[in-house]
Each structure stands twice: as C-alpha cells, then as structure tokens.
C-alpha cells in the first residue's frame, strides 16, 4: 500500500501515537499510525451558536465516541472561514463547515466544497424538505426564514410585502442593511414587482419608492431590530421568524406571517472536497439530518428543523413550518443570487441610498 505524505494537520494528529513509539536506529521514533485516531475539523462561527452545534451534533449524538474521532472545533465569522476554505481547497484546513445557505454556495461555487453527497451514508436525505436542499451537496438541519414581522398592537395583520408601502405605518418601517440580510431581502421584494435574479432593478426601484414615501429605519443587524421592536419604534420589518418567537416569549407584541415571496434559508454542514476523512464527513452530515438531532437543536434556538419526520414536543409545535408555508418562499437561483452581490450593492447604493 502506498504510504501517504503526513501534512501539517496529519503531525498533530499522530503525535500522540509518535510519542509512545519505539525508538529505532539513529533515534527516529516510529509511529504507530494504525492506531491513531483519525481527526475530524468542524468550522463554524463560535460563541452560543458554536457551543449549540457542538452540544447536539457531536455531544448528544453520540459521534465522537460512536465513530472513535479526535474532534477539532475551528471558530472564526463565517466570510473567514469561507476565505480560508477557498484558499486552502487543495488541502483543507477542516472537513466540515456548519455553513448558512450563501455561505454553502459560495463554498459550492469556488470548488471548495463536495458537488454530491454520498447518499449511500446520507440516508436521512430524502426527508428533508426541498426548500431546505441545495442541489444535492447540502441539506439543511434549520430553517432560517426572512418573514414579515409586525407590530400587533399598531399594525393590522398585513398580506404582504407591499404592506410595508402604507401610509399609517410612515416612519416605523425597517429596511435591512444590505450588508446585513438586505441582500437577500432584495429578491423578495423583487419577485413582488416582477423582476428576477438577472434583473433586480424592479425591486431596487420598489424599494427607492418605499425610502421616498415611507422614510423607513434603516436597521442595521439582529439586536438592532430586537431593541427596535422591543421599544416599538419599528412596527413592520422583512425579519427572522426565529428571533420574533424570541421576542413574543419576552412579552413583546409582534407576530409574523408567511408572505408570498418570502426568502427561506437554512443552516447545513458542506463538506470539504478534499478533506482527509470524506467517510466522516458523509457520516456528521446524516448526523444533522437525523430527526431526533434537529428537535434538540430546535430546542435551544427555536428555529425549525428541516426534516419532516421530526417529533414535536407540545410547547413547541409553534416552531413548525408547513409544506403549505414554505410553498410562499421565493424561488431563487442561488448561484447567480451570489454571483450577483457585489453588483447588486452598488445598484442598492445608487439609487436606494440615494433616492
């Protein structure tokens, strides 16, 4: 059998084994590579969202042990990891990255990360619901959704996006910060008025519409818009449906509902082209799909599961997001919706920052 190069990470992987080696002739340890255990590197963002991956998908699943792995947690913001991932594609420096939906196409798009699944070990796949799959190298363990939040206290049950245009709510509107999730929140508006992912112009318009009439907040990330709502200077926002539950089990007064053309992401785990160890890979990736895993996940940050075959516990069938739901959110071409950033900011910069 041809013997592999140990690279950079493989030396610290087998260190432990060189360590108790046996020393040959002119003091060269030997290492006993058959019985090290092999490493497995999980990239995402740290602090809560970090110790949440953590606790459900290796701890509570039984991975580590069930699979016999060293684990290796890799923590930075996610456009480092997506930077470090590209620029290290040929040689990994991790295997996984718990990446949401642009991050994983981006991965996707630059050859970073694997094209198929093996569905020979991912054999949760086809329980996932579709609005939560890209292509067939990602599924999503989460539902992240851009809904319309209101106020119920000063806002009547809107129907649409185009609530945001009316007159009662002047001044109490938000519109995210492109560099937040107005990005995204662009297309919605976007497949309102007709346009799609080549051509965002009628949503860039409607929007430059909405800052001339209705001198809407700017709001600029997730506590932003939780202050704002909490102190009820914003009443109607395109914002996560995760967040706003978070904020009626503080007694604030703010419901959503599913708009038609409504942006749905999800969070998955894109495995790695080249990673050392693809088995594990396919292995962590079916982990996350599994029903049990996604329910405890859901448990700690009240984002829905992705797989249909969940069992919800009473108190929190309110997280569930139906078929009939997910057939509102637009369908997007997400490889040209990322393609498309950078030009798209400056037709935001132009005319709906100028308007």
């Known amino acids: 059998m041809k013997r592999r190069e140990i690279d950079r990470r493989d030396f610290f992987k087998y260190a432990a084994a060189i360590g108790g080696g046996v020393l040959m002739g002119g003091g060269i340890p030997l290492p006993r590579m058959a019985s090290a255990k092999p490493t497995f590197t999980l990239a995402s963002t740290g602090a809560s969202w970090g110790d949440g991956n953590r606790k459900v998908f290796v701890e509570k699943s039984g991975f580590q042990e069930k699979f016999d792995v060293n684990m290796v947690y890799h923590h930075a913001i996610d456009s480092v990891v997506v930077a470090q ?25 630059a050859g970073a990360a694997v094209e ?53 709510y002047k001044g109490r509107v938000g519109i995210p910060q492109y560099g937040w999730c107005g990005n995204f929140f662009v297309h919605g508006i976007n497949k309102v008025f007709g346009g799609n ?32 709502f909490t102190s009820e200077e914003l009443v109607l926002m395109a914002f996560w ?7 009626q089990g503080r007694g604030v007064p703010v419901d959503f509902v599913w708009p038609k053309n409504f942006i749905t992401f999800f969070n998955g785990m894109s495995v790695m082209k080249n990673s050392k160890v693809p088995k594990l890979c396919m292995e962590f990736v079916n982990t996350s799909l599994e029903p049990d895993q996604q329910v405890e996940f859901m448990k700690i940050f009240n984002y829905a599961p992705c797989n249909r075959k969940c069992k919800f516990p009473p108190e929190y069938e309110h997280v569930k997001v139906t078929e009939k739901e997910l057939e509102n959110s637009a369908v997007l071409d997400w490889i040209k919706v990322v393609n498309n950033m950078e030009k798209n900011m400056e037709l935001w910069n132009k005319h709906v920052l100028g308007s």
């Open 197 to 228: 992912e080549d051509n965002v112009m009628p949503g860039i318009e409607a929007l430059a519409d909405l800052m001339k009439k209705q001198k809407p907040i700017m709001v600029m990330n997730t506590d932003h818009a939780m202050k704002l």
């Open 85 to 109: 991932a590209v620029a290290n594609k040929d040689n990994p420096i991790f295997d996984v990255h718990v990446a949401m939906l642009p991050n994983a196409v981006k991965l996707y798009a």
């Open 116 to 168: 198929e699944l093996d569905f020979n070990i991912v054999t949760n796949w086809p329980d996932i619901y579709p609005q939560a799959k890209f292509k067939n190298a990602v599924g999503g363990f989460c539902f992240v959704n851009l809904v319309l939040v209101y106020n119920t206290k000063h806002v009547k049950r809107p129907e649409s996006f185009k609530d945001l245009w009316n007159p009662k």
């Open 241 to 247: 449906d995760g967040r706003t539950r978070m904020l």
